[in-house]
C-alpha cells in the first residue's frame, strides 16, 4: 500500500488503477495560484536581468543627408523616364559605396583614429556596417550614419556628401580633358583636310581658268550669243545682196570674209581648250568646268563647317574643365542628432515583462513537476539509484 499523498500538494497523484481522465484544469490554476509569491520573486529576478542588459547596450544616434542628383532634376517630366527601370540615384548610391568614395571619407573624418584601428579595409567595414543610403520614389538620395556619438555620425554623414563632390569632380576633369584631347586631335586633322581642300580649289581654278563660274560663265555665253547674231545678219545681208548681185560683186566678197571670221570665232569660243584667267572658258567645256568647281568649292566649304563646329565643341570642353559642374545638388546636409535612434528601450521593456512573467511562470511548473516526482515512491526510488550510481563514480 503507497503512503499518503502529502496534504499540501494540491495536484493529486496518479492511480495506477483508477481511469485516466485527463488534467484537471480546475486544480492546475489553484495549484499555480498557490505559488504566486515564487511566480512575483521569479518574474522580478528576469525582468531585473533584462532591464539591466536592456540599459547596458550602447545607444546609437542616426545623422541624415540628401541630395538630388543634377541628372534627375534636368529630366524631370521627360519622355524618357517614363521608360526608365531604375533611377539615377542608384548610380550615385554605388558611387557611396565605392572603395575610393569610402577612402575619402575615412580621411575627412578621421575614422582610423576613431575606429582604433590601423588597417583600411578594416575601417571600410566598420564605416560601411554604420552607413546606409537609399533612393525615394522622388528621386532624393538619402544618406543614413548610425554611430554611438551623435557629432561622429553628423561629421561621417557630411564627409559623404563632400567625398561624393570631390570623387565628381574628379569623374568630371578625366571626361573633361579626355574630351578636349579628343576634339583637339578632330580639329588638327579636319584643318588639315581644310587646308588640302583649298589647295585643289586653287589647282581646279588655275586649271579651267575660272574664278566666278557664273559670272565667267554668263560671259562666255553672252560672246558666243553676239557672234551668232552678227552671223545671222550677215547672213541675211548677203542673201539680199545674192538676189541682184554676182559672187563677184566687192560688197559679196567682203561680207563672206566677215562671215568666215565670225564663223571661225564661234568655233573657237565653243571649243577651245584653253581660256585666259578671268575670261569665259569654252561652251563645251562649261558643264565640266562647273561641276569641277563646285566639288572644290563644296569641299572647302563642308571641311569649314567641320572646323567651326570641333572648334566650339573645344573651347566648350574647355571651359568645362576649368569651371567644373556639379552633378548633384545638396537638399539637407546632416546635423547632429538631438535623440537617441536606437535601441528603443520602451518596447524592450515591455517585451522584458512578457519574458520574466512566462519564466516566472516556467518556475512554478519545474516546482510543481519536482515534487511530484518526489513524491511518487517509484520515482524516489529510481532517483536514489541514480545518484548512488553517480555518487560510485
Known sequence: MSPQQPTNDLIPAANADAPEHGIDLFALVVALLTEWRLMLITS??????????????????????????????????????????????????????????????????????LFHTTSLETARGMLAGRSSFSEGADT????????????????????????????????????????????????????????????????????????????????????????????????????????????????????????????QQEGALEGSSQSPLGAAPSAGKIPQTNLDIERAEREVKYHDALVTSLAGQLETARLNETLGRSAFQVVDPAVVPEHKAWPPRKPYIIIAAIFAAFFGLVGIVLKLFIRRLLADPGHREQLAILRRAFGSR
Open 44 to 113: 522580478i529576478a528576469f525582468f531585473a536581468v533584462f532591464v539591466a542588459f536592456i540599459y547596458t547596450l550602447k545607444p546609437k544616434f542616426v545623422a541624415d543627408a540628401s541630395f538630388v542628383p543634377q541628372a534627375a532634376k534636368n529630366s524631370a517630366g521627360s519622355s524618357m523616364s517614363l521608360f526608365s527601370t531604375s533611377g539615377p540615384g542608384a548610380l550615385y548610391i554605388g558611387l557611396l559605396e565605392s572603395r575610393s568614395v569610402q577612402d575619402e571619407v575615412i580621411q575627412r573624418a578621421g575614422l582610423m583614429s
Open 140 to 263: 532624393i538620395v538619402k544618406i543614413e550614419v548610425k554611430d554611438g556619438n551623435a557629432q561622429n555620425a553628423a561629421k561621417i554623414a557630411n564627409a559623404y556628401l563632400d567625398a561624393l563632390q570631390a570623387q565628381n569632380e574628379r569623374m568630371g576633369l578625366q571626361q573633361s580633358v579626355q574630351t578636349s584631347q579628343f576634339f583637339d586631335r578632330q580639329l588638327d586633322q579636319e584643318r588639315e583636310q581644310l587646308s588640302q581642300a583649298e589647295a585643289q580649289l586653287v589647282r581646279t581654278q588655275r586649271q579651267t581658268g575660272l574664278i566666278s563660274p557664273d559670272t565667267q560663265t554668263q560671259i562666255g555665253l553672252s560672246a558666243i550669243a553676239g557672234v551668232r547674231n552678227q552671223i545671222t545678219a550677215l547672213q541675211v545681208q548677203l542673201a539680199s545682196m545674192l538676189q541682184s548681185e554676182t559672187e563677184e560683186n566687192p560688197q559679196v566678197q567682203r561680207i563672206r570674209s566677215q562671215l568666215a571670221q565670225l564663223q
